[in-house]
């Protein structure tokens, strides 16, 4: 899916678009609009995007199986019926790196989206002063950083995934359980995620009985040419290194120019690259790792949760594939986004409430006290809503709640991951669910 347009500008290229309306197939759009390639393109591509006549949402994502979990909810939503009377229009982008993220955040939030979609911690980071200024709630589900929790950010920011406080923990009882004691911290210079991966699993390894020898910072953004980290790494002599690198192409490779080394420890990964398919398919030779890589990661959802079938088979209906990590709190996004705005359009008196108003509403229909509903019977919740009831959702992902910090409380599933080197493929049968509280 999405468009090649390597003949125009930088910021036009990766713009990846569904128009999740009625009559509009999933994949259906992309770009300002039809025509063919004499047709130029409009001058400000993004602000083409938007219909005034609709109700804009948007994504700036980090993969395209979350822009594709996006729009498969907007598609059900209008479906349903839109909200406010009107359709949701989903504009979903695929940014390739931080400074393109922030460019298309910027053009959307200036364009006048009134609340956002946005992956990973630096990202948001990087774009919460312009959303603090406009008043743009900013919702995610890839952004682990502890930063978020106590940052000033006007009660903008709602994760639908876990901090780095909770999941980091997880990793160190793994690694240790696993017999390890010796870890190497390897992450990115200047992240975000990685400078809270480091605060935290080091303290928690610690505390287990285990002891992080050396912490090796790789320059954001380089993709090869790792030996001289490497070299720091291995020096170190350890039994478990945590690699960190935010990307799962970059951090695979990593492992591919490790393979001289012959290292027999655990690679133990966050949840940035275990249960990513995407890492796998960018080792060399997985057979070749001979202790082995696992990981853990609360970005999938628990399978025999009711919700979470649903979303997996209307996931495989429209796409035909599985879907990846990530993609089921992202299909929670929309859902949470549509119900908080029909909510706060009615409580208003407004077709196009803003994003104060939008935000004001997002606890409202996440937490308790509430009818429950959930995404197989959204046009219900909807209608619920528009009777002047009370809801409170629990996804496809979990039934959880935000706490005054856009942090979310509640059990939450945790995935094992152990990597089959035979079949290049992630064993993710063994769940945990941990208890996240106030």
Same mark, same amino acid.
């Given at each position: 899916?999405?468009?090649?347009?390597?003949?125009?500008?930088?910021?036009?290229?990766?713009?990846?678009?569904? &128009?999740?309306?009625?009559?509009?197939?999933?994949?259906?759009?992309?770009?300002?609009?039809?025509?063919?390639?004499a047709?130029?393109?409009?001058?400000?591509?993004?602000? *083409?995007?938007?219909?005034p006549?609709?109700?804009?949402?948007a994504?700036?994502?980090?993969?395209?199986?979350?822009?594709?979990?996006?729009?498969?909810?907007?598609?059900?939503?209008?479906?349903?019926?839109?909200?406010?009377?009107?359709?949701?229009?989903?504009?979903?982008?695929?940014a390739?790196?931080?400074?393109?993220?922030?460019?298309?955040?910027?053009?959307?939030?200036?364009?006048?989206?009134?609340?956002?979609?946005? $992956?990973? =911690?630096?990202?948001?980071?990087?774009?919460?002063?312009?959303?603090?200024?406009?008043?743009?709630?900013?919702?995610?589900?890839?952004?682990? $950083?502890?930063?978020?929790?106590?940052?000033?950010d006007?009660?903008?920011v709602?994760?639908?995934?876990?901090?780095?406080?909770?999941?980091?923990?997880?990793? /160190?009882?793994? *690694?240790?359980? /696993?017999?390890?004691?010796?870890a190497?911290?390897?992450?990115?210079?200047?992240?975000?995620?990685?400078?809270?991966?480091?605060?935290?699993?080091?303290?928690?390894?610690?505390?287990?009985?285990?002891?992080?020898?050396?912490?090796?910072?790789?320059?954001?953004?380089?993709? =090869?040419?790792?030996?001289?980290?490497?070299?720091q790494?291995?020096?170190?002599?350890?039994?478990?290194?945590l690699?960190?690198?935010?990307?799962?192409?970059? =951090?695979?490779?990593?492992?591919?120019?490790? &393979?001289?080394?012959?290292?027999?420890? &655990?690679?133990?990964?966050?949840?940035?690259?275990?249960?990513?398919?995407?890492?796998?398919?960018?080792?060399?030779?997985?057979?070749?790792?001979?202790?082995?890589?696992?990981? $853990? *990661?609360?970005?999938?959802?628990?399978?025999g949760?009711?919700?979470?079938?649903?979303?997996?088979?209307?996931?495989?209906?429209?796409?035909?594939?599985?879907?990846?990590?990530?993609?089921?709190?992202?299909?929670?996004?929309?859902?949470?986004?549509?119900l908080?705005?029909?909510?706060?359009? &009615?409580?208003?008196? =407004?077709?196009?409430?803003?994003?104060?108003?939008?935000?004001?509403?997002?606890?409202?229909?996440?937490?308790?006290?509430?009818?429950?509903?959930?995404?197989?019977?959204i046009?219900?919740?909807?209608?619920?809503?528009?009777?002047?009831?009370?809801?409170?959702?629990?996804?496809?992902? *979990?039934?959880?709640?935000?706490?005054?910090?856009g942090?979310?409380?509640?059990?939450?599933?945790?995935?094992?991951?152990?990597?089959?080197?035979?079949?290049?493929?992630?064993?993710?049968?063994?769940?945990?669910?941990?208890?996240?509280?106030?």
């Open positions: 899916m999405g468009c090649n347009m390597n003949t125009v500008s930088r910021r036009r290229r990766a713009l990846l678009l569904l &128009l999740a309306g009625a009559g509009a197939g999933v994949g259906a759009g992309c770009g300002g609009g039809g025509g063919d390639a047709t130029p393109l409009p001058a400000n591509p993004l602000q *083409a995007m938007l219909d006549n609709a109700i804009n949402i994504s700036v994502g980090w993969r395209t199986s979350t822009r594709d979990a996006f729009l498969l909810a907007a598609k059900q939503i209008n479906d349903a019926g839109g909200v406010l009377g009107k359709r949701l229009n989903a504009i979903a982008l695929v390739r790196d931080n400074a393109e993220a922030q460019d298309m955040g910027a053009q959307l939030i200036a364009a006048g989206v009134p609340i956002l979609n946005v $992956s990973t =911690s630096t990202r948001v980071l990087n774009l919460l002063p312009l959303a603090i200024a406009k008043g743009v709630p900013i919702l995610t589900e890839s952004s682990s $950083s502890p930063a978020l929790t106590s940052i000033a006007a009660d903008l709602f994760r639908v995934g876990v901090s780095d406080v909770d999941a980091t923990p997880v990793l /160190a009882k793994l *690694a240790f359980d /696993a017999g390890k004691r010796r190497v911290v390897l992450v990115n210079q200047g992240d975000a995620f990685g400078a809270g991966l480091n605060s935290l699993f080091t303290p928690a390894f610690q505390a287990l009985g285990g002891q992080v020898v050396a912490t090796v910072a790789v320059p954001f953004g380089l993709k =090869s040419g790792f030996a001289p980290y490497l070299q790494v291995f020096d170190a002599k350890p039994d478990v290194v690699n960190g690198i935010l990307a799962a192409d970059i =951090s695979a490779n990593v492992l591919n120019e490790a &393979l001289p080394y012959q290292y027999a420890g &655990l690679w133990l990964l966050p949840g940035t690259a275990a249960g990513n398919q995407t890492f796998i398919d960018n080792l060399a030779d997985p057979r070749q790792i001979a202790g082995g890589a696992a990981g $853990s *990661a609360a970005t999938i959802g628990l399978y949760n009711a919700s979470h079938q649903f979303f997996r088979r209307s996931y495989l209906a429209q796409y035909g594939a599985e879907p990846q990590d990530f993609t089921a709190p992202t299909y929670d996004i929309v859902m949470l986004m549509a908080a705005i029909e909510r706060a359009g &009615l409580l208003n008196g =407004s077709k196009n409430p803003s994003g104060p108003m939008i935000r004001d509403s997002l606890r409202q229909v996440m937490n308790a006290p509430g009818q429950k509903v959930r995404p197989e019977d046009a219900a919740a909807l209608d619920l809503l528009r009777r002047g009831g009370d809801v409170a959702y629990a996804g496809a992902y *979990a039934d959880i709640e935000w706490d005054e910090h942090d979310i409380v509640g059990q939450v599933p945790f995935t094992v991951f152990r990597l089959d080197a035979a079949a290049r493929l992630w064993d993710a049968s063994r769940q945990i669910v941990i208890g996240l509280p106030r």
